[in-house]
Nanobody, 114 residues
Framework: QVQLVESGGGLVQPGGSLRLSCAVSGSLFSIYAMAWYRQAPGKQRELVAGITSGGSTNYADSVKGRFTISRDNAKKMVYLQMNSLKPEDTAIYYC????????WGQGTQVTVSS
């Protein structure tokens, strides 16, 4: 059973930075494309950033140039570096596979507010 555990969220002022981490249990992590998603209050969950097994990345237009996704296959970790945060980035952030979605973890809350 694969488990996803997100961490690193918190309260940050506009313009600030956070680094989210996602620990993935189970085998075969390195062959799957992974992604970060987020869900703001009253909104549907949306894709924020994805990374292939080979390290190619893609981003939602709303975060392009501010967020960076990365992965460490040896540690089975996925990261999301978030810079120049805006109030509209406030959401619960989740990691999961890009395709073949697993059971969702608890996510990590990111709140951007002054």
């Amino acid at each position: 059973q694969v488990q996803l555990v997100e961490s690193g969220g918190g309260l940050v002022q506009p313009g600030g930075s956070l680094r989210l981490s996602c620990a993935v249990s189970g085998s075969l992590f390195s062959i799957y494309a992974m992604a970060w998603y987020r869900q703001a209050p009253g909104k549907q969950r949306e894709l924020v950033a994805g990374i292939t097994s080979g390290g190619s990345t893609n981003y939602a237009d709303s975060v392009k140039g501010r967020f960076t996704i990365s992965r460490d296959n040896a540690k089975k970790m996925v990261y999301l570096q978030m810079n120049s945060l805006k109030p509209e980035d406030t959401a619960i952030y989740y990691c999961n596979r890009r395709v073949g979605i697993l059971d969702w973890g608890q996510g990590t809350q990111v709140t951007v507010s002054s």
